[in-house]
């Protein structure tokens, strides 16, 4: 059985069938990775200029009626955290389910306390807190429909109001100035749609 194998293999027609079989597997699956990365592209281009992006945030409005079981927060914080209702507490008094303890005597909501006019703070977590307060929507929608088109890919994975204020508190493009410097170090997590003032060197 070897032997008839070898002569077989020897054969320049059998090495030309193999080869060609080869060839044509190389050519489908390198264009099929070609279709695939193709269709890629497309979907993260925006089809024309004017198209406005289906943005699927869904506000909260305050004080709703509806009870919380489980919180997203803002995980990050050494030391302080915000969950999605807009309450800032201490890492030591968040709830097992995620929320923080709204009976902690340091816990508050939407608290602005490091927060400028214009939007930037020196605290991620109270840039995320002061963001979530219900008077902000007007200014974040205004912000969604005429996000740059370098955010257009960011934002429109952004599902509610909490992802929408965790992702535009974090630091940008927009809060440096030269790709190393901070435009504003004491207030660089802006939820405002103007950059933090450049401060004098």
């Known amino acids: 059985m070897m032997l008839v ?22 050519l489908t699956s390198t264009l099929k990775q070609e279709e695939r990365s193709l269709r890629d592209r497309t979907l993260l281009e925006v ?12 506000f909260n409005l305050g004080n709703s009626s509806r009870q919380i079981t489980q919180c997203r927060n803002s ?19 968040l709830l097992v389910n995620g929320c923080c303890n709204i009976n902690a005597p340091s816990t508050r909501q939407y608290i602005c306390k490091s927060c400028l006019a214009n939007g930037c703070c020196s605290i991620y977590e109270y840039c995320v807190s002061c963001c979530l307060q219900p008077d902000k929507q007007p200014l974040l929608e205004h912000f969604l429909n005429r996000a740059a088109k370098g955010f257009q890919n960011l934002f429109t994975a952004v599902e509610d109001h909490f992802e929408l204020c965790l992702a535009k508190c974090r630091t940008s493009s927009q809060s440096v100035q030269h ?3 901070y435009r504003n170090p004491q207030a660089k997590y802006c939820y405002g749609e103007s950059p933090p003032e450049l401060l004098p060197v």
């Open 75 to 93: 995980i990050q914080g050494k030391i302080l955290l915000t969950d999605e209702l807009g309450y800032v507490c201490e890492r030591k008094d």
């Open 179 to 181: 790709e190393n410097t």
């Open 5 to 26: 194998l070898r002569r077989l293999l020897r054969k320049r027609w059998v090495l030309g069938v193999v080869f060609g079989l080869s060839l044509i597997y190389f």
């Open 47 to 58: 089809k024309d200029s004017d198209h406005r992006i289906a943005w699927k945030v869904r």
